[in-house]
């Protein structure tokens, strides 16, 4: 042999070495079921020989017929079918299991699942989905899918096959208020793009989508008692280009609709603070009687409800009503926040009549934590955000804590220098900082006990369409959505970066306009 085919044949086994060993390491990792990158992790995955292949005939079973185990399989069927091109029916049947089905079942013996635990076992080439609630099934749902292939989340047909190896996942949330919240007052989100963030925060099995409905640049939900806080409050927004709002229609379908996907609707009503949209519809709602100009501008903290006008609690009580009969969730959120032009001995009565109005209506008020300096009714819940001192007094009353620290969970702050969306005011905040924080030791004197959920806000002073969101919300919330799923000791970086950067393909496949952040080792 000579130099030349030495060296020839030299690189031949290189790259023979190199393909089998990637042939080997594609195998060895769809083999195996605990190898798999899901995201939240699930508290248990054991790994079995043997696995489930999703074919033309595969079926998905049922285990009795009432409508939401309904709603359910047909939502699967929706998963899955456009991909594979497969039919996938939905039936309820009695017969004995065969493979190739997926069978979803309500009534597990295990308490420890919760209200939003499911189990899913994979065995005898056919998955078997059981929860003691149709939430846990939902949830379960989301992790079949993140087990298929990531093609699996296309819209058009793609070639199989559709395996998942075999074992057996048991799972559920640490936390069960896992939200995001979405501010569709300084920049107006469309019915359909509301649609598609809860269709994507879902996915994370995330549970809580509050709407931020009002601010000082629009007023977003139609209240019929008051029907010039659409018609003048909603024609604005930041930048001076036209707002929107939604009806009381629309708003129910969104409620509907993100019902339908384990997800609630908390509206919130920001006040005595951020109302110039209704102080500029409404002039006897003003101390002077005079109405105010419409904002388009980013500022915060200028204006105030007449906290001294009776008007100023007939509108409250009205506004609140009318959301409360077109809101089945327990919450309704009050704001409260930066009311820089209220003095505090009228901020005070003020939250502590507004909680009032709430409690008659038959729903629990969260606020952002301002409001802990009001005397808290005891089922009232504050809403971390900046002042660790306000999240402490609120647990000294009694009340629950929702963890949004704006350092870690606000995803309108910039990712680095170089991002051209995003404000900075809470610090940059790149994706290890979102996710490397535990709701449960970070606030002095607020612990797990006290914790009712976890919460990542957007704010859209600069963001002004979905492209954009999607680039400050994902991959951040991602992590958010892990960490408010897993228990408090079991998050790491470095395991989660990993799991993160295999996520690629889904996000890519469901054209998410993610930041492809560079300390993520993305597949
Ligand atoms: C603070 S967070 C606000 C919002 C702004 C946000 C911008 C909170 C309760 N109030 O009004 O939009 O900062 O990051």
Request: a neutral charge; charged letters at 20%; aromatic letters at 10%.
């Amino acid at each position: 042999m000579n130099l030349i085919t030495q060296k020839k044949a030299f690189k031949l086994i290189l790259v023979t070495g190199f393909i089998f060993f990637q042939l080997v390491s594609t195998a060895l990792a769809s083999s195996d079921l605990s190898g798999l990158s899901l995201i939240p992790k699930p508290v248990s995955v054991i790994s079995a020989a043997g696995n489930f292949t999703l074919t033309t005939k595969s079926t998905i079973i049922i285990s009795d017929q009432r409508t939401e185990l309904k709603h359910i399989g047909t939502y699967l069927a929706g998963k899955l079918s456009p991909a594979t091109g497969f039919g996938m029916a939905v039936k309820t049947s009695a017969e004995k299991q065969s493979a190739g089905n997926i069978y979803l079942s309500i009534g597990s013996k295990d308490n420890k699942l919760g209200d939003e635990g499911y189990q899913i076992s994979i065995k005898g080439g056919l998955i078997n989905l059981t929860a003691n609630k149709p939430a846990g099934l939902f949830n379960g749902i989301q992790t079949l899918r993140q087990l298929f292939p990531a093609k699996i989340e296309s819209s058009s047909p793609q070639a199989g096959p559709w395996q998942i190896p075999a074992g057996t996942i048991r799972d559920y949330p640490e936390y069960s208020y896992r939200g995001a919240m979405l501010d569709v007052a300084r920049h107006f989100f469309q019915v359909n793009d509301v649609k598609r963030y809860i269709d994507l925060i879902a996915i994370y099995k995330l549970n809580v989508l509050h709407l931020h409905l009002s601010d000082d640049q629009g007023w977003r939900i139609e209240i019929k008692k008051w029907p010039k806080l659409t018609s003048i409050g909603g024609s604005s927004q930041v930048g001076g280009e036209k707002g929107g709002f939604y009806t009381q229609e629309q708003y129910s379908d969104i409620v509907k609709y993100a019902a339908e996907r384990n997800i609630l609707i908390i509206p919130e009503i920001d006040m005595p603070g951020h109302t110039n949209a209704c102080l500029a519809s409404y002039p006897e709602l003003n101390c002077n009687g005079k109405a105010t100009e419409l904002y388009s501008g980013t500022e915060v903290g200028f204006t105030s409800l007449c906290t001294s006008k009776e008007l100023t609690y007939q509108f409250i009580s009205d506004v609140f009503g009318e959301l409360a009969a077109i809101t089945p969730g327990p919450y309704l959120h009050i704001g409260g926040d930066e009311s820089h032009v209220t003095k505090l001995e009228d901020y005070i009565p003020f939250v502590n009549r507004v909680q009032e109005i709430v409690g008659k209506l038959g729903k629990k008020v969260i606020g952002w934590d301002e409001i802990a300096l009001s005397t808290l009714r005891p089922n009232s819940c504050v809403q971390y955000w900046a002042k660790g001192e306000n999240a402490a007094l609120g647990v000294k009353q009694g009340a629950k804590v929702l963890m949004s620290p704006a350092a870690n969970a606000y995803l309108d702050m910039k990712y680095d220098s170089t991002s051209l969306l995003g404000l900075f005011w809470a610090g940059f905040i790149e994706v290890d900082k979102s996710y490397n924080w535990d709701p449960a030791t970070l606030v002095p004197g607020v612990s797990k006990e006290n914790i009712l959920g976890v919460e990542a806000p957007v704010w859209t002073e600069t963001i002004t369409n979905m492209k954009e969101l999607e680039q400050m919300v994902f991959p951040r919330i991602i992590g958010i959505a892990d960490l408010a799923w897993r228990s408090s000791t079991s998050g790491n970086w470095n395991e989660y970066k990993v799991r993160l950067g295999n996520q690629a393909e889904r996000l890519k496949t469901l054209n998410i306009n993610y930041y492809q952040s560079k300390l993520v080792p993305w597949k």
